[in-house]
């Protein structure tokens, strides 16, 4: 399959590039293409391909692993994780995962509650988050769900691993 005028005047472009069509209309190729010309004409350089689905990252990797011998230096990821991992390179931030939130709920739950069920607690979490009162909860829970607060920040606090310039 031969690539239209467009198609291949991205491909051959120097320079960053971004490549926005319809579906259908060989984005995908020309981002491989043109992945594989970088890596032909400067065989060091880094090359970051970002997509908005993990299924056209998958697609596009797949593809890459075919027209290229090696993916070393190549990074294809969605926006999302892209922009995840710069964070936390840079600036090594954590970013509390769900089941890092589901265990500082159980720590705050069990250095709180006495009379409470772990569930009835998870159930008060998700009311408080939402909006309702404290003062419509039990006191106790009320400040478990503090404590819970006080957890996630201590865990996704900013730590600066480098000095700033």
Same mark, same amino acid.
């Given at each position: ?11 051959? +472009?120097?320079? +960053? ?6 579906? @259908? ?8 293409? =043109?992945?594989? =010309? ?6 060091? %350089? ?31 990821? *969605?926006?999302? %994780? ?8 840079? @600036? @090594? ?30 159930? *008060? ?19 478990? &769900?503090?404590? &819970? ?11 600066? *691993?480098?000095?700033?310039?």
């Amino acid at each position: 399959m031969r690539l239209n005028a467009d198609q291949a005047a991205s491909v051959h +472009h120097d320079g +960053h590039l971004l490549v926005v069509a319809c579906p @259908g209309s060989g984005k995908t190729r020309v981002l491989v293409e =043109r992945a594989a =010309r970088l890596r032909r004409d400067t065989p060091s %350089a880094p090359i970051a391909l970002v997509t908005f689905t993990r299924e056209a990252a998958r697609e596009i990797r797949g593809r890459l692993a075919q027209a290229l011998p090696a993916l070393d230096g190549v990074r294809v990821a *969605t926006f999302h %994780a892209f922009a995840l991992q710069q964070l936390m390179t840079a @600036g @090594g931030i954590r970013i509390c995962s769900p089941a890092d939130q589901l265990s500082l709920m159980r720590r705050a739950w069990l250095e709180i509650c006495s009379r409470t069920t772990f569930s009835s607690f998870q159930a *008060t979490v998700e009311s408080l988050s939402c909006g309702v009162s404290p003062a419509d909860v039990d006191l106790e829970q009320v400040s478990a &769900y503090d404590r &819970y607060l006080e957890l996630l920040l201590e865990f996704s606090e900013v730590r600066i *691993t480098e000095p700033c310039s």
